[in-house]
């Protein structure tokens, strides 16, 4: 079990409603990849078709010079502490290492309005 811990659910119907409208805002960790040089750019938001559209439209200094990229692989975390957590992991991966991680962990859910390619083998 993890270490977080949650309140109680409300027992009153007054607390119940109230919490109806709380939400929990979801953060992700992607893996881009380049059609110019099949290089990788790893990273983490809390909307991942806006950064995306961001990447591809040449916002990001780091990422415009090899334009376009692909969505290769993302994953959904419950809080930003664990998505810059496994930025940070995947940011220490070898390239080979990366596209291992891809092809044994590939995504399980999917988002709207994002297509998500097949990774590029490097040679």
Request: glycine fraction near 4%; charged fraction near 25%.
């Amino acid at each position: 079990m993890s270490g977080v811990q949650f309140p109680p659910s409300p027992q009153n119907p007054d607390e119940a409603k109230a919490c109806q409208g709380f939400s929990f805002m979801s953060y992700y960790v992607y893996i881009l990849q380049s059609q110019v040089n099949r290089s990788f750019y790893k990273g983490s938001t809390n909307d991942l078709v806006r950064r995306f559209e961001e990447h591809n439209l040449g916002k990001n200094k780091s990422t415009s010079r090899y334009l376009p990229w692909y969505l290769v692989w993302f994953a959904e975390k419950a809080n930003k502490s664990e998505a810059v957590t496994l930025e940070m992991k995947l940011k220490n991966l070898s390239i080979q290492r990366t596209y291992d991680f891809i092809l044994k962990y590939p995504p399980t859910n999917e988002i709207q309005n994002l297509k998500l390619e097949t990774v590029r083998n490097m040679k």
